[in-house]
């Protein structure tokens, strides 16, 4: 973990209406518990796929529980997360083919384009980055994954086209 | 560790074949500690609950097969302890490694040099720092605020800043984030400490063993073996915690205080850790100075004691001595108000002597002396945890008096202590209160009242204790017996249900106090209110126990000796009246001169008097009337019609800007003496820098003046003086500074070998038998109406102290709370438009202010709250300057007014 980026300085991302409207109906049942953090966090991380810092302060205020206590259960469980998955998840391989075919330049070329880190979604929550090892499909390295599409032999001109040709 | 812990039964351990006495609830540890044996530790700190985690206090048990962590194991009859055995030291070492093959060795720059648990414990126990060498986990540095700064690659992740902020301070600031190596404390989200409830009281930083949290202000300014240490007695509040002072080339340079020992165990507030730049700030005074054509300049001693002590002598033969009027200061030490006392008395010969505890708390005389006999806290601090329930009424304790509310917090979350918390606002302490009465400003009685019925009502009251020390409990029953929950209700606003479980909570307590500050005394019906508290504390059978009490939280820190020492117009030391003439006489012997018989006039009085002609002089030590006193408008007028007007102080304040001649007096940290704090601890203050420039200790400031009027009194040091103090004071008789020196004592000591008194009204009231008074509620003086339709209450802020004349000066207190917020209930901002950080205009029938509004759910509907610190927004522009009949204090805490957005 050598990232040593401030959480506080990440993207903000707006929650949708139904969201709010979503993790607001999830924490009136538990309202005041406060032994229920975690069953009030897991569902909203089910129902709308993250929990960014303000529904971590909602959670917190209503089941009256110090913020620094969310954040620490947040934080504790790889299963919570506090980005949003793009409605395009772009999943790179930089396994040793992929890397050697070119891997590398197409992640450059998507960081570039995007402005996000791998690990990161698009402010707009659009797209989502990630790297992956080898998915062993190396004969058609390089590999990039789109939600469930796998690119095969991709040329890092053309991967923005394609990845802007599905929205 | 347990605090409840009985202490009289005795168990024998031995350590290392040393037999050792204990308490029974006892740790192995704290045995040790208690007897210096050395054990390792990194994650005990005595002020919290234990934890167990660093397995560094580990030691041998005989007949146990394995080590056991000495900090989670109680004594018991008979145990066999070895400490430092082979086996013992080879677990300990291999602990150590692993936490050394993760810190930076950084002790060659780290702040914590010389002065690190951790970098103690690898010298003793020789540790190889590359036996583990791992991979050192890069982790953040949080300075994003003026007071702390965290480096997380320093810590060892013990705990116990965590565990301090939840269970001491109560402010849930920081937590563990992250798991395994990533693992990090942090405050919630990242973000800076100011944006958390932290209120920036450092004692994360006096737990941290490393060097991992350190004092934003007082860092790369020494070494620490290049300092001096010098105990002494913090300046703020009447807490009276004990600081050290870190001292290089008379500056210092950073401020602790030692963890487990003294009054406040090593905890402190902003203002005692961080508040005390003052000292050094570059517009103290260095010389005396006179005015000229509205201007100041600079005169030598000689000069300034010669026109002074001229124009005195002048005044007294045109006028008479009761032309002068003079104003002592709960800022000064016992010794300096006793002095004054004497100058007042003896020198000039007049009892026009008062300082401004009228302003706070001379209704707690006036409410505890026909009830009690005594208007002291009655119990000590320490006693919080012998209490099962405690009410707190009319005391903002956080920011007021943090180290106690420290304790009371601790209390509740580890110790299941019933909180029961009074008061108009939402306070910080409502957080940890079991049961939260939200009253409108003004009808405490009516609460009181009603909590009285509601005990009668259920059989809760001690009859016992009420046969046995008290009288009039029958005239006093019909006093509450109208005041239904319902009719509370009405009056209060105080849900009815609340009331009634706060009043099975006290009631049914074993032991329960109650304390309060200035929201019980500043209103007209200050004496009343305190005089119920006093019955409710009778009913409840709770006087002259260990854990119960009535217990008046006083303002400023030596506000109990000035009032002990005699800065009032009708008593000297030690309550003694001045119309006595028995004791009257004790004191013209002992001061060689005959003294005035007839009482003088108190600090209210004295500005009306200045305004009428009546008073000529007002000669002041270290009080600021023109921010203090109710209705400065008129203080004003009153400080100009004077003909003259002699201001010692260490700044030029508001007050001095009126002056005629300015004295540059020493502070706090660059005089001895001592200060009594709430709970009548009579502690040492210690010189630990020269004064600048010319500036003068008050003490020598008030003997020059008396030489110079012909008056010798003699004291060649503030030891000697406290000897006299002992000779003519009866509470005072066994106090002297050997046994100060040793430890602290509190009055009653009534001799060299009485120990002193922690609890008052043992056995016998101080009065004989305590005395039930009925009291009658009444409305506050002034109540809304269409032109002024909100309630104002003032009161004061954790980073600002009195008229800020030393806070003001605080760069670091000043970053924090820079300005004046007047708070305003939610639905009242709905109503009239206004919006969080907006500015506003308040306006009562005296006058009006601007200030910046706080817009929250913390305020009660119709009440608005404004602090009283600043001069740029001064609430005594507005208050209602009605006095309470007997006691004389002003309502500072309700009056009405109107609100409008500027
Ligand atoms: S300064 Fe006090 S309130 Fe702030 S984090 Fe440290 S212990 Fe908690
Ligand atoms: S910062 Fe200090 S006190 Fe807090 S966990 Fe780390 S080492 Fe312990
Ligand atoms: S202001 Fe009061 S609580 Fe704060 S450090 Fe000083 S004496 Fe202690
Ligand atoms: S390296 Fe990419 S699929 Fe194997
Ligand atoms: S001090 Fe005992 S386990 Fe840390």
């Known amino acids: 973990m050598g990232c040593l980026v401030r959480v506080k300085d990440l993207p903000k991302y707006a929650l949708k209406d139904w969201e709010v409207g979503k993790v607001k109906e999830i924490i009136s049942k538990y309202k005041n518990d406060k032994n229920s953090v975690i069953p009030v966090l897991r569902e909203i991380q089910q129902s709308i796929g993250f929990l960014p810092i303000d529904v971590q302060r909602m959670v917190a205020d209503k089941l009256k529980v110090p913020e620094k206590d969310i954040y620490g259960v947040v934080t504790f469980y790889s299963f919570f997360s506090m980005v949003p998955k793009g409605k395009y998840d772009i999943r790179v391989c930089m396994g040793t083919a992929c890397y050697v075919k070119g891997g590398g330049k197409i992640l450059s070329k998507i960081k570039k384009e995007l402005g996000i880190e791998p690990g990161q979604t698009t402010r707009n929550r659009k797209y989502s980055l990630q790297i992956n090892r080898c998915l062993g499909a190396c004969g058609i390295a390089p590999v990039v994954v789109v939600n469930d599409k796998i690119l095969q032999k991709v040329n890092p001109k053309k991967i923005m086209d394609i990845i802007y040709s599905y929205d | 560790m347990n605090k409840k812990a009985i202490k009289e039964e005795q168990i024998t351990i031995s350590i290392n074949g040393i037999k050792i006495n204990g308490s029974p609830g006892q740790t192995i540890l704290e045995v040790a500690l208690e007897n210096d044996i050395f054990i390792p530790h990194l994650c005990y700190d005595p002020r919290i609950n234990i934890q167990g985690a660093c397995r560094l206090c580990l030691v041998e048990i005989e ?98 800043c965590v565990r301090i902020c939840d269970n001491l301070i109560g402010a849930n600031a920081i937590g563990y984030a992250g798991r395994g190596f990533d693992c990090e404390i942090i405050p919630a989200f990242e973000q800076s400490l100011k944006d958390t409830d932290c209120i920036f009281c450092g004692n994360c930083i006096s737990t941290c063993p490393v060097g991992a949290l350190q004092a934003k202000p007082y860092l790369k300014k020494a070494r620490a073996w290049e300092t001096k240490k010098i105990q002494t007695t913090c300046p703020y509040c009447g807490v009276g915690c004990q600081i050290n002072l870190h001292v290089k080339n008379n500056k210092i340079v950073n401020i602790t205080s030692d963890v487990g020992k003294n009054i406040n165990k090593g905890s402190l ?21 006179k005015k000229r054509d509205g201007k100041f300049e600079k005169i030598s001693w000689t000069n300034a004691m010669g026109s002074i002590s001229s124009k005195l002598k002048e005044i007294i033969k045109n006028h008479g001595p009761d032309s002068i009027g003079i104003l002592s200061s709960a800022k000064c030490t016992n010794e300096e108000n006793f002095l004054l006392s004497r100058f007042a008395r003896a020198t000039i010969g007049t009892n026009n002597i008062d300082h401004c505890a009228r302003l706070c708390h001379a209704s707690t005389i006036t409410g505890l002396i026909p009830t009690f006999g005594s208007g002291a806290m009655t119990n000590s601090f320490e006693d919080i945890k012998d209490s099962d329930a405690v009410i707190v009424i009319g005391s903002n304790t956080t920011e007021a008096h943090p180290v106690i509310s420290y304790e009371l917090i601790n209390q509740v979350i580890e110790h299941n202590l019933k909180l029961i918390v009074i ?93 309060y500050s200035m929201g019980i ?33 006083r303002g400023q820190n030596n506000v109990q000796g000035a009032c002990d020492l005699g800065a009032l117009p009708n008593v000297y030391s030690g309550y003694q009246y001045v119309e006595d003439n028995e004791i009257r006489e004790k004191f013209e012997k002992e001061w060689g001169k005959k003294l005035p018989p007839k009482k003088g006039l108190t600090v209210t009085e004295m500005i009306d008097g200045a305004l009428s002609g009546k008073i000529k002089v007002l000669y002041i030590m270290g009080e600021n009337p023109m921010l203090s ?99 003519v004071t009866p509470i005072y008789a066994g106090i002297n500074y050997k046994r100060l020196n040793a430890s602290p004592l509190q009055w009653p000591c009534t001799g060299k070998d009485h120990p002193g008194t922690d609890i008052l009204h043992a056995k016998n009231f101080a009065r004989g038998k305590g005395r039930f008074m009925p009291v009658e509620f009444s409305l506050p003086a002034e109540n809304p109406d269409k032109k002024y339709p909100y309630i104002l209450t003032t009161g004061r802020i954790l980073y600002h102290f009195h008229t800020r004349t030393m806070t003001g000066k605080s760069e670091f207190l000043n970053l924090i709370a820079p300005m004046a917020l007047a708070h305003i209930n939610e639905e ?25 509004a706080k817009v929250d759910g913390n305020i009660k509907k119709g009440v608005v709250f404004i602090p009283f610190h600043f001069a740029e927004s001064p609430a005594n522009k507005l208050t209602n300057p009605v006095l309470d009949p007997k006691a004389k204090i002003p309502e500072y805490k309700a009056c009405a007014v109107s609100i409008s957005k500027v």
């Open chain 2, 63 to 160: 007949g146990f097969r394995e080590a056991v962590p000495s900090c989670i194991t109680k004594i018991s009859q008979g145990l066999k302890i070895k400490t430092d055995t082979d086996h013992i030291r080879n677990l300990i070492k291999l602990n150590l490694e692993l936490i050394v093959s993760d810190h930076p060795l950084d002790c060659l720059t780290c702040e914590s040099c010389g002065n690190c648990e951790l970098q103690d414990l690898a010298y003793l126990y020789d540790i190889d720092q590359n036996r583990f060498r791992g991979e050192v986990h890069p982790k953040k540095v949080f300075e994003d605020n003026p007071f702390i700064i965290r480096d997380n690659e320093k810590c060892i992740l013990c705990g116990r």
């Open chain 2, 269 to 289: 507030c902003v203002k005692g850790k961080f508040g005390l730049d003052f000292v050094h700030d570059s517009k103290r005074l260095t010389s005396p100075l």
């Open chain 2, 423 to 515: 008061d108009p606002r939402k306070i910080p302490l409502t957080k940890y209160a079991y049961i939260h009465l939200q009253q409108k400003p003004g009808t405490d009685i009516a609460v009181l009242l009603g909590l009285m019925n509601v005990i009668y009502e259920n059989d809760l009251h001690d009859t016992e204790y009420i046969d046995k020390r008290t009288e009039n409990f029958e005239n006093f029953i019909n006093s509450f017996k109208e005041y239904s929950p319902e009719k509370v209700e009405q009056l209060s606003g105080v849900i009815k249900d609340d009331l009634i479980e706060a009043a099975k909570v006290y009631g049914s307590a074993k032991t329960a106090s109650i304390f």
């Open chain 2, 521 to 553: 005394t500043q209103h007209t019906c200050g004496t009343e209110n305190v005089i119920s508290v006093a019955n409710l504390a009778m009913m409840g059978g709770n006087v002259g126990k260990k854990g119960g009490g009535v217990n008046p939280l």
């Open chain 2, 629 to 727: 006193d109710p209705d400065i408008l008129h203080v004003a007028q009153g400080l100009k019609n004077l003909d003259l007007l002699v201001v010692q102080d260490i700044f030029i304040t508001e007050t001095g800007e009126f002056a005629d001649f300015i004295l540059p007096s020493a502070c706090f940290a660059e005089k001895n003496g001592t200060f009594t704090n709430t709970d009548r601890r009579i502690q040492r203050v210690n010189k630990a820098l020269n004064p600048p420039g010319e500036a003068m200790e008050d003490w020598k400031i008030i003997c020059r003046l008396s030489e110079k009027l012909g008056y010798n009194m003699g004291y060649s040091s503030v030891s000697e003086i406290m000897d006299e103090i002992a000779k």
């Open chain 2, 828 to 852: 009242d901002g709905r109503d009239l438009n206004i919006k969080d950080g907006e500015k506003i205009r308040l306006e009562t029938r005296r006058g009006k202010i601007e200030a910046v």
